[in-house]
């Protein structure tokens, strides 16, 4: 695993199928949807691409859309312009951001 920055907090998600009679679970499901992930705090601007957005996944964004409220971000203080996103480690978009 590599080593994070101090001020970033480095998270491995993971998410399994869901029990159905089409889709029964299988071991290794969790293997397989293993993202690994980064929370960063961002300054946004009027051009940023934010990830997880439309307009970012369309470029091949793959940071979760959940998590990440579809480009809105999660609150980190009281300054608007300060948003914190889970970046996935395999976005080419926002993986050096």
């Given at each position: 695993m590599a080593t994070s920055r101090p001020d970033e907090l480095r998270v491995v998600l993971h998410y399994s199928a869901r029990l159905t009679k089409d889709l029964p679970y299988v071991e290794d499901t969790f293997d397989r949807h293993r993202v690994s992930v980064r929370f960063k705090?961002?300054?946004?601007?009027?051009?940023?691409?934010?990830?997880?957005?439309?307009?970012?996944?369309?470029?091949?964004?793959?940071?979760?859309?959940?998590?990440?409220?579809?480009g809105a971000g999660l609150a980190v203080s009281d300054d608007r312009k300060l948003k914190g996103f889970w970046i996935a480690d395999d976005c080419a978009i926002h993986r050096n951001t």
């Amino acid at each position: 695993m590599a080593t994070s920055r101090p001020d970033e907090l480095r998270v491995v998600l993971h998410y399994s199928a869901r029990l159905t009679k089409d889709l029964p679970y299988v071991e290794d499901t969790f293997d397989r949807h293993r993202v690994s992930v980064r929370f960063k705090i961002l300054r946004l601007d009027a051009e940023a691409l934010l990830p997880a957005s439309h307009d970012a996944q369309r470029r091949g964004c793959i940071c979760p859309v959940a998590e990440n409220r579809a480009g809105a971000g999660l609150a980190v203080s009281d300054d608007r312009k300060l948003k914190g996103f889970w970046i996935a480690d395999d976005c080419a978009i926002h993986r050096n951001t």
